[in-house]
């Protein structure tokens, strides 16, 4: 509760942002910006409902931005430009009001106050039908290429057994015989019912 700013900026730090920040209540200021820090932001980053000041700028963040950010009334300064955030800006009137230069350089990030909504949100619904074709393929393809395996061992097992296993060649042969002839049969006699 007494801590009440963090300013790391401009630093190399690495690795992804510690979660024990969350519990950082009397947090205001926060500003991690200019790292080479990665992984998703904080889910719980709302429960900071002191923070005035969050910068998190020109690192490798991923991941969607969390809701619970939109949760913080007294955000009066926001940046969290030049990451890899990607999907749709919460909804939120304190995370809409930004700037829309607190969301540059996140290519995949779209919504309010971006000018990306619409084109971005159709995109974003055919990711997930499109994945699901792409695992119906891989399926399909290995669903066939088993078949042909199973189909090439039994027809090379039956061949070998009927060519080099006498005991099995004599009764094939008399079976294909007897097969033939009930062809020939059944087909003569649906002539002769016909004529």
Do not use: W
Not at 30 to 50: C, H, K, P, V, Y
Not at 162 to 182: C, M, W
Request: some cysteine.
């Amino acid at each position: 509760m007494l801590l009440t700013g963090i300013d790391f900026s401009s630093n190399h730090l690495t690795g992804k942002i510690p979660k024990e920040i969350e519990l950082l209540f009397g947090l205001v200021l926060l500003n991690l910006s200019r790292n080479s820090l990665n992984g998703e932001i904080i889910s719980n980053t709302g429960n900071l409902q002191s923070l005035e000041f969050l910068d998190l700028s020109r690192n490798h963040l991923s991941g969607k931005i969390p809701s619970s950010l939109s949760k913080i009334d007294r955000l009066a300064m926001l940046d969290l430009s030049n990451n890899d955030l990607d999907g749709k800006i919460p909804i939120g009137t304190q995370l809409e009001s930004f700037d829309p230069v607190t969301y540059e350089g996140n290519p995949n990030l779209y919504g309010e106050p971006l000018n990306k909504k619409c084109q971005e949100e159709t995109t974003e619904d055919q990711r997930p039908v499109a994945q699901v074709s792409d695992d119906n393929s891989i399926f399909l393809e290995a669903l066939y290429m088993s078949m042909g395996i199973g189909f090439f061992t039994g027809f090379c097992g039956f061949i070998v057994s009927v060519l080099f296993i006498s005991s099995y060649r004599e009764p094939y042969s008399k079976f294909l015989n007897s097969l033939v002839i009930r062809i020939y049969l059944i087909k003569n006699s649906l002539y002769m019912a016909r004529g």
